[in-house]
């Protein structure tokens, strides 16, 4: 039986690793429910925590994050502390709660500095591109994922440098740099033709489907939108997917097709709401009260722009300033 677990957790790990987190939860779950083992069920749990921050369940991350520090003790792997509290972390971060986030992964990247661990520093200036990204520092956000790829590059690491490429893409973009953010974005695809990992294509495609329509090239970025979809659909990634929904919407604002932005973004706001992701539902609500605005139901549209604004400000977001996203 202990057999058994064990490649239940790593047939776990695989589908985790492409991204394939629907399947990957429910092999997690199945392993802890064959298992009693301290080792395993601190691996799974802890796994499970970054799949639940991933797609937005935060309440079950904290959950996860709880058990994985009980079992890490009863399996007495005190050494892997570290690794809990790092997910912590994240798990702060997509929860909005960014200036904490940035503090403590300061911290943490100090300390991996000194230990000359270029492949953990990397991850950390990621995740510092993305928490400085959010709250609004945008040229620290910058800096932070060209540190990142300077330092995969140095680790030889493929996945990170790849992250860090798609993180440039997105922050170029914001900063209106649509040509810088179209090379990131298609560096980091042409590197993921080698990768299993489905949720970074999916990232590139989207990604790349914003550049392109920011640059006016719609039909390209809609079939990026297109294909993205089918790969958020194919991995259970509500967040994600609501942002595809909402790509879509733009494309189709900016063609005039008003009912048909209105019907994707009323899909966009329930997959935000369901993956409690106040960025997208700042971003669906605001373009939403444009559009009602534009079908001529302008107090629903005021409305609905004054709510996403306030949202923004209680989330810590600069959402509602972004033009080039």
């Known amino acids: 039986m202990a057999d058994f677990s064990w490649k239940i957790l790593e047939k776990a790990e695989n589908f985790r ?6 399947q990957a939860q429910l ?13 395993l ?87 510092l591109g993305g928490a400085l990204r959010f709250s609004g520092q945008l040229e620290k956000s910058k800096k932070a994922y060209l540190r990142s790829l300077e330092l995969a590059s140095k680790a030889k690491d493929g996945d990170g440098k790849i992250y860090a490429l798609l993180g440039l893409g997105g922050i170029s973009r914001i900063q209106g740099k649509l040509s810088d953010s179209e090379n990131y974005y298609r560096k980091a695809k042409n590197l993921l033709s080698q990768s299993a990992d489905l949720f970074a294509k999916a990232y590139a495609y989207c990604g ?87 079908l001529g139901e302008t107090r629903a549209a005021e409305i609905l722009f004054k709510q996403a604004v306030q949202l923004s400000k209680k989330s810590g977001l600069t959402a509602h300033l972004e033009l080039f996203t």
């Not at 079939?223 to 595809?244: M, T």
């Open 41 to 127: 069920r601190f691996d799974s749990f802890l796994s499970l925590a970054s799949i639940a921050r991933s797609i937005g369940d935060i309440s079950s991350a904290r959950g996860y994050i709880e058990n994985a520090r009980f079992e890490m003790r009863r399996a007495g792997r005190m050494d892997e502390k570290e690794s809990v509290d790092l997910e912590e972390i994240l798990v702060d971060r997509a929860d909005g709660k960014y200036q904490e986030s940035i503090s403590r992964l300061n911290a943490f990247l100090k300390r991996k500095i000194r230990e000359k661990d270029f492949q953990a520093c990397a991850f950390i200036e990621w995740a």
């Open 27 to 39: 092999a997690y779950l199945r392993a802890l429910k064959t298992s009693s083992d301290p080792s």
């Open 208 to 294: 790349l489907g914003n550049a392109l329509r920011q640059k006016g090239l719609y039909g390209e970025a809609k079939e990026l939108y297109l294909k993205s979809r089918f790969l958020y659909r194919k991995l259970g990634d509500p967040a994600d997917l609501g942002y595809v929904e909402w790509g879509l919407a733009r494309v189709d604002m900016q063609q005039g097709n008003l009912k048909d932005a209105r019907r994707f973004l009323g899909q966009a706001l329930a997959l935000f709401k369901r993956a409690h992701e106040n960025r997208g539902l700042v971003l669906a609500q605001i373009s939403l009260s444009q559009v009602l605005h534009a």
């Open 17 to 22: 690793a492409r991204g394939l987190f629907a």
